[in-house]
């Protein structure tokens, strides 16, 4: 019997989105619990208990939490591995979670919502704010781009989703919010490939059942 996996979740956060991915390519079963993040309900103590840095998403799994979401996305490649995240090859292994880094820790993170916040209270006005974001966005996709540039598709590593696509298309979600430009080559044909997936369609923030909550 696998553990119950329960899912703390927002549905516009795009790392909760990336978790949510995997488990629908993996056909993995959650339920959810949701926080309000423009509300701060990740920094209630109930939550800070499971989640010491107050971010979503966090993973329930039995009685263990698992926090970061290629960490939780790595896990669940390694008890559910088909199909499989990371390609077999150590080189290409490689390849895929550096791709999946530029965005996870090197773009993410300079414009989630603490980081824009923090700019906010030293100062900066909303047109700063977004500018910022869309700065690091737009320079981290191109980045995104040049790694990728050589692979055949469909997918950013060839024809298995790989973890490089699942940290791809939640971005993709936040260019679009903050209006950063994203016309690098392939991205577009990468995004329509994985949006044609079930998986990738369960995952979207659209049909989550707290969409449209701030
Ligand atoms: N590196 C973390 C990032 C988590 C993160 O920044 N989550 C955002 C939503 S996408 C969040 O909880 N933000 C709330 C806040 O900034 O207060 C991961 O990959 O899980």
């Known amino acids: 019997m ?6 703390h979740t927002f549905w516009r956060s795009s790392s909760s989105w990336r978790v949510r ?9 959650w339920t959810g619990r949701t926080y309000r993040l423009r509300a701060g309900e990740q920094r209630a103590a109930d939550y800070l208990r499971l989640n010491p840095q107050g971010l979503v998403p966090s993973l329930e799994v039995g009685n263990e939490t698992l926090t970061q979401s290629l960490a939780i996305c790595e896990y669940l490649d390694e008890i559910r591995p088909d199909p499989p995240l990371l390609p077999a090859d150590p080189v290409q292994r490689a390849k895929v979670r550096a791709a999946a880094q530029v965005i996870a820790c090197e773009v993410h993170p300079l414009q989630n919502l603490k980081v824009l916040d923090m700019l906010r209270g030293r100062g900066l006005d909303e047109e700063a704010v977004s500018g910022w974001a ?9 980045a995104f781009s040049e790694l990728i540039a050589a692979n055949e598709g ?7 989703v790989t973890l490089a696509d699942i940290c791809l298309v939640p971005q ?22 994985c949006n044609a997936l079930p ?14 909550l701030t």
């Not at 696998?2 to 899912?7: A, G, K, Q, R």
């Not at 469909?154 to 298995?160: L, S």
């Open 2 to 7: 696998p553990e119950p996996l329960v899912l």
């Open 172 to 193: 993709l979600g936040n260019a679009r919010r903050f209006g950063a430009r994203f016309d690098f080559p392939r991205i577009a044909a990468i995004e329509a490939a």
């Open 134 to 142: 869309r700065e690091v966005i737009e320079s981290g996709l191109e």
């Open 154 to 160: 469909p997918y950013c590593f060839g024809e298995q």
């Open 199 to 212: 998986a990738f369609q369960l995952a979207v923030p659209s049909r989550q059942p707290d969409a449209e």
């Open 21 to 29: 991915i995997a488990l629908a390519l993996k056909s993995m079963e």
